[in-house]
Nanobody, 122 residues
Framework: QVQLVESGGGLVQAGGSLRLSCSASGRTARPYGVGWFRQAPGKEREFVCAITYTGSRTDYSDSVKGRFTISRDNTKNTVDLQMNSLKPEDTAVYYC???????????????WGQGTQVTVSS
């Protein structure tokens, strides 16, 4: 199993930037993909982006493509999400998720963090 803890959320003005971090522990020696999801009030949780274990592949939702960048450092077991040009509609609780099978990551990852709040003011 993989345990995940997010950090870095907060309040930022529209157009600003924020960097989230996801720290993994547990069975991290086995290769695992990591994704970010978000859930806004009254809405369903949605996929934001994901990265393979080696970092050779990344995937982004259309709503964040070109503004968000996912990266990872396997020596530290961390995955970061750099968010630029933030918009009020990016306001949500952001969750880090992991799965040993990358194909499952966007749909039903096995492991979840507790979430971190991101609020973008207009």
């Amino acid at each position: 199993q993989v345990q995940l803890v997010e950090s870095g959320g907060g309040l930022v003005q529209a157009g600003g930037s924020l960097r989230l971090s996801c720290s993994a522990s547990g069975r991290t020696a086995r290769p695992y993909g990591v994704g970010w999801f978000r859930q806004a009030p009254g809405k369903e949780r949605e996929f934001v982006c994901a990265i393979t274990y080696t970092g050779s592949r990344t995937d982004y939702s259309d709503s964040v493509k070109g503004r968000f960048t996912i990266s990872r450092d396997n020596t530290k077991n961390t995955v970061d999400l750099q968010m630029n040009s933030l918009k009020p509609e990016d306001t949500a609780v952001y969750y880090c998720a992991a799965d040993y099978l990358y194909a499952d990551l966007a749909r039903r990852p096995d492991y979840w963090g507790q979430g971190t709040q991101v609020t973008v003011s207009s």
